[in-house]
Nanobody
Framework: QVQLVESGGGLVQAGGSLRLACAAS????????MGWFRQAPGKEREFVAV????????NYADSVKNRFIISRDNAKNTMNLQMNSLKPEDTAVYYC???????????????????WGQGTQVTVSS
């Protein structure tokens, strides 16, 4: 069983930066894919970024490419999302997600993820 807790959200001005963290407990995450999703007010949850166990495969949504950086520290069972050049459209609740031991090839699909955190609010003012 895996429990995930996000932190680091807050209110920032457009153009600013935030660093989100996801802390996992209950077990180690060896071999698991970890990702970030977000849900803006009035919108469906959408894919943000994903990283594999080794960090060798990283994918980003087009909307955050060249602005966000995903990373993980397997020794600490943590994952981070460095968010730079934030825009008002980035305002959302950000969720940490973990695939579990079995997963498919479409890493941007919500259906691939077994474990989810409760989310942390990111608000970007204009």
């Amino acid at each position: 069983q895996v429990q995930l807790v996000e932190s680091g959200g807050g209110l920032v001005q457009a153009g600013g930066s935030l660093r989100l963290a996801c802390a996992a407990s209950g077990r180690t995450l060896g071999g698991y894919v970890m990702g970030w999703f977000r849900q803006a007010p009035g919108k469906e949850r959408e894919f943000v970024a994903v990283i594999d166990w080794s960090g060798g495969r990283i994918n980003y949504a087009d909307s955050v490419k060249n602005r966000f950086i995903i990373s993980r520290d397997n020794a600490k069972n943590t994952m981070n999302l460095q968010m730079n050049s934030l825009k008002p459209e980035d305002t959302a609740v950000y969720y940490c997600a973990v695939s579990g031991g079995l997963y498919g090839s479409n890493w941007s699909s919500e259906a691939m993820y077994r474990y989810w955190g409760q989310g942390t609010q990111v608000t970007v003012s204009s």
